[in-house]
């Protein structure tokens, strides 16, 4: 089910109604119908995988019980493996058995010997990469001893699925999620509201910019031979808003969505367009996958202690790691190298963690320096997104050509795309509104419109953009859900 | 809880009241498919000839040029399903029906759904595409049936007419270039001289890729035929004289078409008229009609809609 379909509007309040109205009085009765909602709210798009994810919750559950009562550390061990594998099995299977299958055949058939093997025609099953690291999160906690494994089999299944965030994030740990899953949720007006108005927030960033700028980045990405190089530097902008107002407006919509009934999730985009350098950025963006990456595998593989060639080395893990989770394409592989590339001259001397406030924080205008971080800084992602868009490294290639040849300085063509009458003023009111609002935790959150007629009318406005938008824009899908 | 619930429903009081105003508006907002229906079930004793297809025939074809009592139920991107299934459900009342003039246009075979244009025509003639189901369409026309651009778009028309101080007679929504002082007669209201921003080359080229593109990727070929021959058939069964025919186009217009999907397209007709020994005429490069006879490169105004009233009606008195 998405976020942005009547099949959702209709489906949140009803389970709001019976969570709050008919099930409020006992807490397993209110994590049942979240787990009925969840796999209903998931098998809607295909309920044939809805025993994957009900397997993965047994296996990690059983798992997590055995740790409990196992004190040797072998037999824990083994019992962590078996998480790892089946959940890492299942993601390698879904994800990147075709991408190694025809890296293998290409190798093979470089070195001289060619191998019989044959692509599957395989599903990937929505959201495998969000909902499995979330389980691992579990497990790998359970077995560090910083959580207690759980026997309540509802609560944990109703952990593992819960569809606000179960297809697209953020990746919640164990040790935030669970507990309130166990514990007895009330209703709060302040958070119910900010709920309602982080769900607004979000739609806006989907369906008004995001999906806008989807259809010109589509237009020029799918045709990018025919463009010059201004053109293609246009395309690379369109969609680093596109991806942007996609992935954080569904975590806004996902941790709107969880407010109401009760649940705070963690932020998951904090204003990464107006960063100062990459290292900032990357505490901004998909920081709830940044953060997984950092505490399951940066750490355990020495961090930044050690020497130089140490760090170095991290560095380019967690960052491939991490462009590789995004999808079995080389793309993503050069995506996270190259952002690694970005990040560790910072590392290297010791500046990664010179911007850790917010931007301008105590003015409304950033001072010409700040500018140039934010320009500079903007830039290299962009760059950096022109591989993750491109369908292949030839593509990529292709695109980089056209924009460093002379092309570049002719005035970008956008034949059918109302760029000045309609994209333009949108990005700007979408960005005023995100500078306005970088010190909150979403742009429009305690919004300081105290006349309450005026905040209405602020939101109605929102309202009419989005279903403006939404008509003219149909059938358009969250980016992320294909990883 | 209850105060949240409270503030939530005096925040949608408004746009709940907008939509239900907007809602009343729209079904009561009389459109080119009523206005056409309504008056071909008013004269459906007197009906002898009707002229179905899409804008090239609902803006190509004058029927008051005819000698016998004409109508032109043609629409706006009117495909063959929605010809078929309009004329069918009112065929029984045209006891006096003779002929069916069916335009065999470059894409005709090519389309069934007309986009969103299914969900108007379904509120005015009741005609559903395919299986869809129109339950939500039905509950909101504002919501579900129209976008938001065409809602302000018909408020901004109805706003305008209402302030106009010219005598403005139609009295339902029409494309640009339509004269509002016109009357609708035998289901014809036609374009006005000319269009002189969309008559060039860029434009000509524009339009014409749409349609080849529309052409191009279509699947839907070898549905839409069974669809035409069903009703070809009907028609026959009836003693009514089924026609098809291929509306004239700007010539510099044409160059710019898939030419192999043009000739495939004679060719198809062809084939269909022989199997059922029925007229095909085309008249799609015809030198009869010049520049002063288009509105636009695909579209005659009414003075070629004249003169191809005039020449249809010449082929069928000339048929026997």
């Given amino acids: 089910m998405l976020f942005n379909s009547l099949d959702f509007a209709i489906f949140l309040p009803i389970v709001f109604v019976l969570y709050w109205f008919v099930v409020n009085k006992n807490l397993k009765q209110q994590n049942i119908l979240i787990g009925i909602a969840s796999y209903v709210f998931y098998g809607w798009w295909d309920w044939r995988f809805l025993a994957l994810i009900l397997f993965s919750t047994l296996v990690d559950y059983v798992v997590g019980v055995s740790l409990g009562k196992e004190q040797n550390l072998n037999k824990r061990k083994i019992l962590l493996w078996i998480s790892i594998l089946v959940n890492l099995g299942f993601l390698g299977f879904f994800k990147y058995y075709n991408f190694f299958l025809d890296n293998f055949k290409s190798a093979f058939t470089f070195f001289g010997s060619e191998i019989n093997a044959n692509s599957l025609n395989i599903i990937l099953p929505v959201g495998i990469s969000f909902y499995t690291f979330q389980t691992l999160s579990y497990t790998i906690d359970v077995y560090k001893k910083r959580l207690e494994p759980t026997k309540d089999f509802i609560s944990f299944a109703a952990f593992v699925s819960f569809f606000p965030q179960l297809v697209a994030g953020p990746i919640e740990r164990a040790t935030n999620l669970l507990p309130q899953m166990l514990s007895k949720r009330k209703f709060e007006y302040n958070e119910a509201v900010e709920g309602l108005r982080q769900i607004l927030w979000g739609l806006f960033k989907k369906i008004v910019i995001a999906d806008n700028c989807a259809t010109y980045a589509n237009l020029i990405f799918n045709n990018s031979a025919e463009y010059s190089g201004s053109t293609l530097v246009l395309g690379a902008v369109f969609f680093t808003f596109q991806i942007y107002g996609d992935f954080s407006g569904y975590s806004d919509i996902a941790i709107g969505t969880s407010r109401l009934f009760g649940f705070k999730l963690m932020q998951n985009f904090a204003f990464p367009y107006f960063s100062r350098d990459i290292a900032e950025f990357w505490r901004r963006w998909h920081i709830s996958l940044s953060t997984w990456f950092r505490d399951y595998l940066y750490i355990p593989l020495g961090g930044s202690r050690g020497g130089t060639w140490m760090k170095v080395r991290n560095t380019f893990i967690i960052f491939i790691v991490s462009g590789f989770w995004h999808g079995a394409n080389w793309t993503f592989v050069i995506w996270g190298a190259l952002n690694a590339l970005y990040f560790l001259p910072l590392l290297l001397t010791e500046r990664n963690r010179q911007n850790i406030e917010v931007v301008a924080g105590d003015s409304y205008f950033p001072s010409i320096k700040e500018i140039g971080q934010m320009s500079l800084t903007f830039s290299l992602t962009v760059i950096a997104w022109i591989f993750f868009r491109a369908d292949n490294i030839g593509h990529a290639w292709n695109y980089f050509s056209e924009i460093f040849s002379s092309s570049l300085f002719r005035i970008p063509s956008y034949e059918g795309v109302s760029f000045l009458k309609i994209l333009l003023p949108l990005l700007l009111l979408f960005i005023t509104i995100e500078w306005l609002g970088r010190k909150r935790e979403f742009a429009i959150e305690t919004i300081k419109i105290k006349f309450r007629p005026f905040r209405y009318l602020f939101y109605y406005s929102l309202v009419i953009l989005i279903y403006w938008f939404a008509s003219e824009n149909v059938d358009q899908q969250f980016i992320y859900f294909q990883f | ?320």
Avoid: C
């Avoid at chain 2, 939530?8 to 239900?20: A, E, G, R």
């Fill in chain 2, 1 to 320: 809880m209850m105060l949240f619930l409270k503030r939530l429903f005096v925040f949608m009081v408004l746009p709940i009241i907008l939509i239900i105003m907007t809602d009343g508006y729209i079904r009561n907002k009389n459109s080119l498919y009523t206005e056409k229906l309504q008056g071909a079930i008013q004269d459906k004793e007197k009906i002898e000839i009707i002229i179905l297809g899409n804008s090239h025939a609902n803006y190509g074809v004058d029927p008051n040029a005819f000698d016998k009592y004409a109508y032109n139920l043609a629409n706006v991107n009117q495909s063959i399903y929605f010809d078929k299934r309009i004329l069918l459900s009112h065929l029984h009342e045209f006891k006096n029906l003779k002929y069916v003039l069916i335009s065999a246009d470059f894409h005709s075979l090519y389309f069934s759904s007309q986009g969103i244009r299914d969900v108007w025509s379904y509120y005015d003639t009741g005609v559903r595409y395919k299986n869809k189901n129109y339950l939500l369409e039905d509950i909101s026309p504002s919501l579900f049936g129209y976008t938001p651009k065409i809602i302000g778009s018909l408020f901004k028309r109805e706003i305008i007419n209402q302030l106009s101080k010219e005598n403005i007679v139609v009295d339902f929504p029409v494309q640009k270039g339509v004269n509002l002082k016109d009357t609708i007669k035998n289901g014809f209201i036609g374009f006005e001289g000319k269009d002189v921003v969309a008559f060039n080359e860029n434009k000509f080229q524009e339009r014409a890729n749409i349609f080849n593109q529309k052409v191009e990727g279509s699947k839907e070929k070898l549905e839409i035929e069974d669809d035409l021959n069903g009703l070809i058939q009907i028609l026959i069964n009836r003693d009514i004289v089924p026609i098809l025919f291929t509306t004239p186009t700007f010539v510099e217009y044409n160059k710019y078409l898939n030419t192999n999907f043009v000739n495939l397209n004679e060719s198809d007709f062809d084939r269909i008229s022989r199997k059922h020994n029925i007229p095909y005429w085309s008249f799609m490069n015809s030198k009869l009609f010049k520049t002063d006879d288009f509105y636009n490169g695909d579209h005659l105004n009414k003075k070629g809609a004249l003169k191809f009233g005039e020449i249809l009606n010449d082929s069928i008195n000339n048929m026997y």
